[in-house]
């Protein structure tokens, strides 16, 4: 397991923007497929968006597709979530994960996938 660090959430209005990053720390960052969770009030953790090992392969829910992009820094170990055309559903606390994986272009999309968490950041859209 590794200990993630989320950071960039906020208060920001529909249409708005915002970029959320997670760091790492203690194992190969490369060895990892990353991912972003969210979870609104009363609702269950659902998959936002999964990136591969190398990067090269990402994977959005329907939600979110068009409007969000991931991506990774392996040489600063960083994973990146840009938000764009942000809504008021989009309000949720998002957690970073990482997953394990053997193929460097695979993408996990499921929560059982991943067996590190961060302690999430807020994420508030006002309409």
């Known amino acids: 397991q590794v200990q993630l660090v989320e950071s960039g959430g906020g208060l920001v209005q529909a249409g708005g923007s915002l970029r959320l990053s997670c760091a790492p720390s203690g194992r190969t960052f490369s060895s990892y497929a990353m991912g972003w969770f969210r979870q609104a009030p009363g609702k269950e953790r659902e998959f936002v968006v999964a990136i591969s090992r190398s990067g090269g392969s990402t994977y959005y829910a329907d939600s979110v597709k068009g409007r969000f992009t991931i991506s990774r820094d392996n040489a600063k170990k960083t994973v990146y979530l840009q938000m764009d055309s942000l809504k008021p559903e989009d309000t949720a606390v998002y957690y970073c994960?990482?997953?394990?994986?053997?193929?460097?272009?695979?993408?996990?999309?499921?929560?059982?996938?991943?067996?590190?968490w961060g302690q999430g950041t807020q994420v508030t859209v006002s309409s």
């Open positions: 994960a990482a997953g394990a994986t053997s193929g460097s272009w695979y993408v996990p999309i499921n929560l059982a996938d991943f067996g590190s």
